[in-house]
């Protein structure tokens, strides 16, 4: 009877990454290409009026979703923060007229209530958004 060889394995002490570089490079490749689209902006659907261009840039803007929602700069804000982060950030921009945008679904008294808040938090310079009435 012919001796059987018994193989002795030796531990593998590397760990191979080639797999896990090439899953992150995926996800990241994945990840830069949607990050793009996921970045929306506020649906408002402003009532139509006569009135001059304003330039948005350097101002605050104020929004008022048809949800309810009151949206200072694109980042939502708080009831309880109200008066506090937007006097702050009214200081900073140089006391920069601050912009009233609401959907045209929001009911008028939200919006009074809303511009009462700013004049209560010290806001006096306001100015309200428009979409510019179409020509016929």
Do not use: C, W
Request: charged fraction near 25%.
């Amino acid at each position: 009877m012919a001796a059987v060889k018994k193989h002795r394995y030796r531990a593998m002490t590397e760990i191979n990454i080639t797999n896990l570089v090439d899953v992150t490079m995926v996800l990241l490749i994945i990840f830069m290409i949607t990050a793009p689209f996921l970045k929306r902006g506020l649906e408002v659907r402003l009532p139509q009026a006569s009135a001059d261009a304003v330039s948005a840039d350097s101002n605050l803007i104020i929004t008022l979703t048809r949800d309810s929602l009151v949206v200072l700069n694109n980042e939502p804000l708080l009831p309880e923060h109200f008066g506090t982060v937007l006097l702050r950030k009214y200081r900073d921009k140089g006391e920069a007229p601050v912009m009233l945008q609401a959907d045209r679904a929001v009911p008028y008294g939200h919006v009074i209530a809303v511009m009462n808040r700013l004049r209560k938090a010290g806001i006096s310079n306001l100015a309200l958004l428009v979409e510019p009435e179409e020509e016929p």
